[in-house]
């Protein structure tokens, strides 16, 4: 492969303007298109089918003008400071606004507080129920703000009007917040690589991947239905990605140009040596994101093949275009003796080791002279920093979730207020006899004399009185521990109540049951999900780097990083420590979705530090032969490329974190945690500590593996008979 490469890289150096122009041109006919053909994101998306569900399915065949699977909102009315919600001008207020709501394109019924009941026992709040013809998913923005102007007129007579409901709880409108994290990139670019030029290059290649990328994802929502999370992943993973597969290029070249070579050769040799971890790293992150489409949620299949899609991009981009624009930049690249860009290259040879140690060499002298120590006490932190992973609850975000400033939130801290928090997720209990209502009656009985219980509504049969269903709200809202367990307890017990009530069958079912449902989905899926990815990332490993052990620390390394990185996310977003200097209002279970897309993207992550510092490791063992010596000067080679572009990385996702909606700031907290841990704690800490430990074992296969495995020479082998360095040829004639 290092050979096919070279000659890309040479090629597209030599036809450099012809490859910008294709670029420039694939660039614009997207962008053009994404702004000629603009889709329609949706906010709604399908969870996988769960036991609740399927109950409430059930329920819609029992009572089929009921349209349990409809959109709903709710609005939460406050009486004027010091009235109660019936005196007679409130409550014309109220009715007044029934009607403006009633009137709504969209909407199919709306249910007075006065005819349900829905008034607090002080008479300070009342709730207004409000049914669409759609599902909650497609329930429109025009319709929303349409609920606001209907509001307008009881605002202004003194009432306080919010609206919450299943229509809101949607995943939330994303924006690129990536300006502090280009800037952070430019400086630390401009540190690693000794130029603005140099710098620009990287940023340059970053910005056309997202561009393309996030592009495709607007044309593709033209025609099918794309969430509007799903620009997400695209947008962050490839700007990171985008920038850190060119740096890797561009260090190479300056490393080539030092020992050197003319511009042509620097750059075919760094496409063929560089670009080859590229492209075995960009491999492991599209494996990761491709697999995503096994776990059964369209929304991460969908964030995944776009993720996955951009970082393809990203990879062609670091072998075609990279190259090119080195190029066009000629000799302004050149590194001189005292940039960092020589230095660095400079540290590889045995007598800078003698002459002046920095950072890195110190570091890795420190890490490796007691490597037992170092990989005990490695441990002993990753192993604290996972504790709290072991309490981890998964569920998908409620009302009170949301950003401060939004009616949702505000509706549910009024629900709170004047009904409980139990109200903001009330559960449904299913019950089918020959006799619903007496069978309903006997359960509800049952039901108000639990615990985490405060009310069970009146049975509700249907037409032909063989099903029923009961309101069940808990004590606490439908993110608590408690709520979670209580659908256990009716589950457990479901049998038996049965049984003592002369019904045929007990089933617990709404919003909140299937939200819990969905949580422990994602949680089985996740250990298949997480052997699938390091399974086939392992064979890949195995064909880079010929060797058993390699891949199998390489797994391990990132098992350790994502246990530390979900005990981080869980103290933070779960416990709520120091949950406020992040915004964080309301800690609670952490987003369904979190762990499987965080296991996916970090892991490609984690493999591409594994391969830029391993892979430097391997070609200067496989040169002269020192296993120790080849863990120094690899890491030593390797390991400043890749702090920088573990900071630009974090640098991106961080300015996701100013995001205030909790679900972006979780994923967005947990990929800069995540690549912090995996780069700073595990590949630059315990790597080189059992890299030493291993020794020459570390490169040991079985000859007859040896044999079978096909040979893409990472090492650059064919290279240095192909392109010797100008020192070698003197030293031969």
Not at 8 to 32: E, M, N, Q
Not at 529 to 538: H, Q, R
Request: aromatic fraction near 6%; charge should be negative.
């Amino acid at each position: 492969m290092a050979a096919l490469l070279f000659t890309l890289g040479t090629r597209c150096a030599r036809h450099a303007k012809v490859v910008v122009l294709a670029w420039v041109v694939v660039l614009l006919t997207l962008v053009g298109g994404a702004v000629a053909f603009p889709g329609t994101f949706s906010g709604g998306f399908t969870l996988p089918p769960t036991q609740a569900s399927q109950v409430l399915d059930e329920m819609d065949a029992a009572f089929p003008d009921a349209h349990f699977d409809e959109g709903t909102a709710t609005a939460v009315v406050r009486a004027r400071e010091g009235m109660p919600v019936t005196d007679n001008t409130q409550k014309a207020a109220i009715g007044t606004l029934v009607t403006e709501l009633s009137e709504i394109d969209g909407v199919r019924a709306v249910l007075s507080p006065f005819d349900t009941g829905a008034v607090s026992e002080n008479s300070e709040y009342a709730l207004i129920q409000i049914g669409f013809d759609s599902v909650a998913g497609d329930v429109t923005l025009e319709q929303k703000d349409a609920l606001q102007d209907a509001a307008k007129a009881a605002r202004d007579s003194g009432l306080t009007v919010e609206f919450g409901g299943s229509i809101f709880q949607g995943l939330p409108e994303v924006g690129l917040n990536e300006g502090g994290g280009l800037i952070v990139a430019l400086i630390v670019l401009i540190i690693v690589l000794g130029g603005m030029i140099a710098a620009i290059i990287p940023l340059v290649s970053g910005i056309v991947g997202v561009g393309i990328g996030v592009s495709g994802v607007f044309i593709a929502s033209g025609a099918i239905d794309v969430n509007q999370l799903t620009p997400l992943l695209p947008a962050m993973l490839g700007l990171a990605v985008g920038i850190d597969y060119s740096l890797f290029v561009i260090s190479r070249y300056q490393n080539e140009l030092a020992d050197g070579r003319d511009r042509t050769t620097a750059i075919g040799r760094a496409v063929g040596t560089a670009g080859t971890a590229v492209v075995f790293a960009g491999l492991t992150v599209l494996i990761a994101l491709a697999l995503l489409t096994t776990v059964g949620l369209a929304l991460l299949a969908a964030m995944g093949i776009a993720a996955a899609g951009t970082v393809a991009v990203s990879i062609l981009i670091a072998v075609t275009l990279t190259p090119a624009l080195l190029s066009l930049a000629g000799d302004k690249i050149t590194p001189k003796a005292t940039t960092r860009a020589t230095t660095a290259d400079d540290v590889a040879r045995p007598s800078a080791l003698r002459r002046r140690p920095h950072l890195a060499e110190r570091w890795v002298r420190a890490v490796t002279r007691l490597p037992w120590l170092t990989v005990v006490a490695t441990l002993l932190v990753l192993g604290l920093l996972s504790i709290p992973a072991l309490s981890m609850r998964l569920n998908f975000p409620d009302n009170s979730m949301a950003a401060p400033d939004t009616t949702q939130y505000k509706a549910s801290q009024m629900i709170d207020a004047g009904f409980g928090s139990g109200s903001n997720g009330p559960l449904v209990v299913f019950v089918t006899s020959h006799d619903a209502t007496a069978a309903g009656n006997a359960v509800a009985t049952i039901l108000r004399n639990l615990d985490d219980v405060t009310f069970v509504s009146s049975v509700v049969p249907n037409t032909t009185n063989d099903a029923a269903y009961i309101q069940v709200v808990p004590s606490e809202g439908p993110l608590a521990a408690s709520t979670a367990s209580l659908v256990g307890d009716i589950r457990d017990n479901a049998a038996r109540w049965s049984a003592d009530a002369g019904a045929e069958s007990l089933q617990v079912t709404g919003q909140t049951a299937i939200d819990i449902d969905s949580g422990a989905a994602f949680s089985e899926a996740l250990v298949p999900y997480l052997a699938l990815v390091v399974t086939l990332a392992l064979l890949l490993l195995l064909v880079m780097f010929r060797s058993i052990l390699v891949p199998l620390k390489a797994a391990l390394g990132f098992v350790l990083s994502v246990g530390a990185t979900f005990g981080v996310v869980v103290a933070v977003f779960q416990w709520g420590w120091g949950a406020e200097l992040l915004g964080v209002h309301t800690p609670g279970p952490i987003v369904s979705l979190l762990p499987l897309a965080l296991t996916g993207v970090l892991f490609g992550l984690a493999m591409d530090y594994e391969v830029f510092i391993v892979s430097r490791m391997r070609e200067e063992f496989v040169h002269h032969g020192d296993a120790g010596r080849s863990v120094r000067l690899g890491f030593l080679s390797g390991a400043r490329v890749v702090v920088a572009a573990a900071i630009i990385m974090i640098s991106v996702f961080a300015g996701f974190v100013l995001a205030e909606d909790t679900l972006v700031k979780s994923i967005a907290f947990a990929l800069a945690v995540g690549v912090f841990i995996d780069a700073f704690i595990v590949r630059a800490t315990l790597v080189p500590a059992i890299m030493t430990i291993l020794g020459r074992g570390a490169w040991w296969i079985p000859r007859w593996l040896d044999r079978i495995l096909p040979n893409i020479d990472t090492e650059g082998t064919a290279l240095t008979a192909r392109t010797p360095a100008p020192q070698e040829i003197d030293s031969r004639g």
